[in-house]
């Protein structure tokens, strides 16, 4: 990092860390506006503010106000989240600022002893995993875990390719490739190539995705011929995935209160060539346009808007945007959406909920309190449909993604079927 990409990432962090707004929002704002930036600048500042967000624990230790203060909260990142040494940076520092370092890594015990910034999680949701019974090591496991960047996941589509063909090829071109462990049709990348012109992506072969979120979609089981709801289908990549299962037949609807994200399927659905999905914006969950949809579906996935605590690797900023308050509203809003969606299912019809968030709350609790005032749906146990799948073993019904196991995003989904 030179001198002038680390005043331009103070100047980004004394934003970024007030949290008022995602922090990938706001990067790109950022990065809009310094339109003379070259690939190199963005690629130093980037990795430098989200290192400053997986360390923020140890930084606001001794910086309690680091947005007041970006240059030193930047300059720490380095050191803690990047690897550099202090002498590495003698050229960038003053004096003061060379001896504040050297300081702060003499704290190295000191970190080590606290969970919060042991684990680099702040203590409103270190509370929360304990009340659900996490033990420390627990905690320190699913935080350190966080603390890396996530590889590129992406998924083959069927209707264009075949993973073991498509894979060659990116071999063949140099990049560091190689197949995801569970999903059948993902791809995982080491390196992060800009894919958005590359020809496999243009022509609708590939598309950016998280291997556990493509075994979301493959726990499904829509078949061809059926008619598929996601209720909440956001940009749809799930969407999208469910749309090749069913080889491109049937009628797939993509439902989202948000216009803009529906609005980024529809390039997305041409270029994979599916004419089946049918995307719509709702209102609420309670839109009367859903009603003619009602007991008619084979299969709704319902991919519940959540706190996102299991992307962490991807938003470190979440921990710090999500709070106790938040989290309890969700609650009421997921419950309230998956009461919404099962009424859309036929009888033998399946329902799958799922949340990228690694809260009891938000998931486990979530279906007992479903079951228990919906007597016609049972669990199907995840493993049973992903019997095909490598999955370790597990004592859950649930399927249960996390990073430090899978190293997948952390994921929750039950299936639930309805009684015929």
């Given at each position: 990092m030179n001198a002038a990409q680390l005043d331009l990432t103070a100047t980004v962090l004394a934003q970024i860390l007030t949290f008022k707004q995602p922090s990938d929002v706001a990067l790109s704002a950022f990065f809009r506006r310094e339109r003379k930036l070259g690939g190199r600048d963005r690629h130093e500042i980037a990795e430098t503010v989200f290192a400053t967000l997986r360390h923020l624990q140890k930084i606001q230790s001794v910086l309690p106000?680091?947005?007041?203060?970006?240059r030193l909260a930047a300059l720490a990142a380095l050191v803690f989240g990047r690897g550099l040494s202090v002498h590495a940076l003698k050229e960038l520092c003053s004096e003061d600022e060379a001896q504040w370092l050297v300081n702060l890594k003499a704290q190295k015990e000191t970190f080590s002893s606290d969970i919060c910034t042991a684990a680099e999680l702040p203590l409103w949701l270190i509370d929360c995993l304990k009340d659900q019974g996490w033990c420390q090591q627990?905690?320190?496991?699913?935080?350190?875990?966080?603390?890396?960047?996530?590889?590129?996941?992406?998924?083959?589509?069927?209707?264009?390719?075949?993973?073991?063909?498509?894979?060659?090829?990116?071999?063949?071109?140099?990049?560091?490739?190689?197949?995801?462990?569970?999903?059948?049709?993902?791809?995982?990348?080491?390196?992060?190539?800009?894919?958005?012109?590359h020809p496999l992506f243009l022509d609708g072969v590939l598309e950016v995705q998280d291997e556990g979120s493509q075994l979301l979609a493959l726990l499904t089981g829509v078949k061809r011929g059926q008619l598929a709801v996601d209720f909440c289908a956001g940009a749809g990549g799930k969407t999208l995935a469910m749309g090749a299962m069913m080889a491109g037949s049937g009628r797939l609807y993509a439902f989202d209160v948000a216009e803009k994200r529906l609005a980024n399927l529809k390039p997305r659905m041409i270029r994979a060539g599916l004419t089946n999905i049918h995307p719509q914006r709702i209102?609420?969950?309670?839109?009367?346009?859903?009603?003619?949809?009602?007991?008619?579906?084979?299969?709704?996935?319902?991919?519940?808007?959540?706190?996102?605590l299991g992307t962490l690797r991807r938003n470190p900023d979440l921990k710090y945007r999500q709070n106790q308050t938040n989290v309890t509203a969700l609650c009421q809003q997921q419950q309230s959406i998956l009461q919404a969606a099962s009424e859309l299912v036929k009888d033998g019809g399946r329902l799958v909920y799922a949340t990228c968030s690694i809260l009891d709350v938000?998931?486990?609790?979530?279906?007992?309190?479903?079951?228990?005032?919906?007597?016609?749906?049972?669990?199907?146990?995840?493993?049973?449909?992903?019997?095909?799948?490598?999955?370790?073993?597990?004592?859950?019904?649930y399927l249960q993604l996390s990073t430090r196991q899978h190293h997948t995003d952390g994921f929750f989904a039950a299936v639930l079927k309805k009684n015929a």
């Open positions: 106000k680091p947005a007041q203060q970006p627990d905690i320190l496991e699913y935080g350190r875990s966080m603390l890396q960047p996530a590889p590129l996941d992406l998924r083959v589509n069927t209707l264009k390719g075949k993973r073991d063909k498509v894979l060659k090829q990116l071999q063949d071109e140099g990049l560091r490739a190689e197949a995801t462990p569970y999903s059948p049709w993902g791809i995982r990348l080491f390196d992060k190539p800009a894919l958005n012109r209102d609420t969950e309670f839109d009367q346009r859903l009603a003619r949809l009602k007991q008619k579906a084979d299969c709704v996935l319902v991919d519940a808007p959540c706190s996102g938000e998931n486990q609790r979530q279906i007992v309190e479903f079951l228990e005032n919906n007597s016609q749906w049972q669990i199907e146990p995840a493993q049973e449909l992903l019997k095909n799948i490598p999955l370790p073993a597990a004592d859950s019904p």
